[in-house]
């Protein structure tokens, strides 16, 4: 059995299994260089070559500059300008989330921009009672458009670098793909103004992702509800109260001001018997009253953007994490009151909770001044460092309800580590515009600066890899190669060739268009691109065309996975919280289907020529 035929049976098994999508595509991708090893086609040492590659390291470090980016509350802040500059107009609501979510997955990828937004589009769709499956497709595509803007939107425009370089010795620029990556974009946002009403379905969901973007109001409500504040009250350089002892200074006479803790700048608390400058009161009452007992005490009260009183219970340096008492924990039976620092001396207890209301201990003389006791089930608010909340309450003692993380980063827009990002990831984009060093050099020093500046730490950054895109690119790296070297990508171009007539080269990109687009409605883009990126240079030399223009039809059509949920994860993102059924996909995604062909057929060959 010649090695063509033993190759062909292995890429066509690869793709009836993906197709099949009962096995994991990392067990199939690992299984295919395996399989490619054991027929003789490739040696051991090519059978791994992938996860060695410059492509593998420069999607890994991405990974972790989009967590970082993440993390920042960059996307947050992003989420804010949407909701305030949107209104009620469908047309502006459609083209800013669309563009938003464009140059976000020119920044981080299609899956995290997707990922990052969904949440916010959801909520806004349902504040303006709209349907949020009116909104989540075309939010999805004009991922898919934005991931052709800049050369780290896709790991496929990787791939098609690295091919680039290798077949001419001359790569793609940074912002070269908008050429066609703008095109797509504007001609995808006035297809979803034009046909969206008609083609997108009117369904109200069975669920949607868990806003928590009011985060602070809602505990505050809960816990103390009426018109209570919580406030930070700040003891300044020359305060009276400087030195005196915190008893001397609380509880308020009137009672309508109660201490909870003294904290520093950071959220940490401070168990100090006396106030020194630079302490925080943490209070929580009226305005009014929290007004007066900061003037007739000489303390600044935190203010707000609006002006008023600023929320004491989250900001930039630290949060509040709320847990429930896990049964059998070790923590029943121990005594809990307001302002209590917990044994880590990183947070401190802000209310205790039990079936709703507030635990009182002095409704038992007998526990007066120890706090009440812990029981199964109880709730307990928490406050301290974002750091020591992610640290602290992950602990099988308490069952965490929202995850610190996940607070902060939709209720705290540009947080510290914005700063550092965003000159971070500046440089990077000017390090791969310049050439200076290798894309994978650039990205990876990204990702460190960003550990080492403490945008995200080593924890966040493990976290970040998306180990099933990893391992499908360096599993199926071999098969590409493979692919080439054994004469069946020669075969194959010959075969498409044939097929279009030979004459028309404009004939032969839409072969190949087709080709790719089918295929990635039904497999993995990346993995697409690995299989077909060969086959087409193939094509491109047989027929005596531009590689750079063959393979930049390859892109375009890559990223044209709009047919189906299962074409990419961010397709299968948003079936469920738009309530969108599998036969949905086509209907609207036809249609820009049939713009990403005329861009890779006509307007490719007009910007690289044939």
Known sequence: MSQIAIM????????????????PVEIVAIGVSLALFATGIIGIDDAFSGFGSQTVVLIAALFVVAEA???????????????????????????LIMLFTALLTAVISVNG????????????????????????????????????????GSPVNILILEAAIDATGNGI?????????????????????????????????????????????????????????????LVPLGSPQAGRPLAGVLPDTSGEVHLLTVQDEAGRPMPAETLEPGNFLVVRGTSAAIAEFAGENGLEVEAGRDGGVACGLVSKSFGVA?????????????????????????????????????????????????????????SLLL????????????????????????????????GPGAVPALAILAAMV??????????????????????????????????????QTLILVAGMIPLSAAITKTGTAKMLADGIV????????????????????????????????????????????????????????VSVASAAALLTPIATPANMMIMRPAGYRFGDYWKFGAAIMALYLLVAVFLVPAIWPL
């Open 8 to 23: 062909l049976a292995i890429l066509t098994i690869a793709v009836v299994i993906f197709v099949w999508n009962k096995l």
């Open 69 to 95: 980016i993440d993390a920042a509350g960059i996307t947050t802040w992003m989420g804010g300008l949407l909701v305030r500059f949107a209104g009620s107009s469908r047309p502006r609501l459609l083209v």
């Open 113 to 152: 921009a997707v990922a990052a937004l969904l949440p916010m589009v959801v909520v806004l769709a349902v504040r303006l009672g709209r349907e949020p499956g009116q909104l989540l497709m075309p939010m999805a595509f004009a991922a898919h458009a934005g991931s052709l803007l800049v050369l780290t």
């Open 173 to 233: 620029g940074f912002f070269e793909f908008a050429l066609v990556g703008l095109p797509l974009l504007a001609g995808t946002v006035l297809l979803a103004i034009w046909l969206g009403p008609r083609l997108l379905p009117r369904r109200t969901p069975e669920e949607s992702p868990k806003d928590l973007s009011s985060h602070p109001a809602v505990i505050l409500g809960h816990y103390w509800p009426g018109e209570h504040e919580l406030a930070r009250l």
């Open 322 to 378: 709320e847990v429930l008492v896990a049964p059998r924990s070790n923590l029943i039976g121990t005594d809990a009151y307001p302002g209590m620092i917990t044994e880590s001396g990183s947070l401190v207890v802000l209310a205790h909770q039990r079936a709703g209301g507030t635990v009182d201990a002095a409704q038992n003389p007998k526990r007066a001044g120890r706090g009440a006791r812990v029981k199964a089930g109880d």
């Open 383 to 414: 406050q301290g460092s974002w750091a020591a909340l992610d640290k602290h309450t992950l602990d099988a003692n308490v069952l965490l309800v929202d995850s610190p993380d996940a607070i902060r980063r939709q209720t705290v827009p540009l």
């Open 430 to 467: 000017v390090l791969m515009t310049t050439n200076l060093v290798p894309a994978s050099v650039a990205a990876l020093l990204a990702a460190m600066a960003m550990v080492l500046c403490r945008v995200v730490t080593v924890g966040q950054a493990h976290r970040s890899m998306a180990w």
């Open 498 to 553: 044939t097929l279009t007539g030979g004459g028309s080269p404009y004939l032969l990109l839409v072969g190949i268009f087709l080709v790719t687009a089918v295929l990635g409605q039904l497999i993995s883009n990346t993995a697409t691109a690995l299989i077909i990126i060969p086959i087409a240079l193939s094509v491109a030399a047989e027929a005596g065309l531009s590689p750079i223009t063959v393979l930049m039809c």
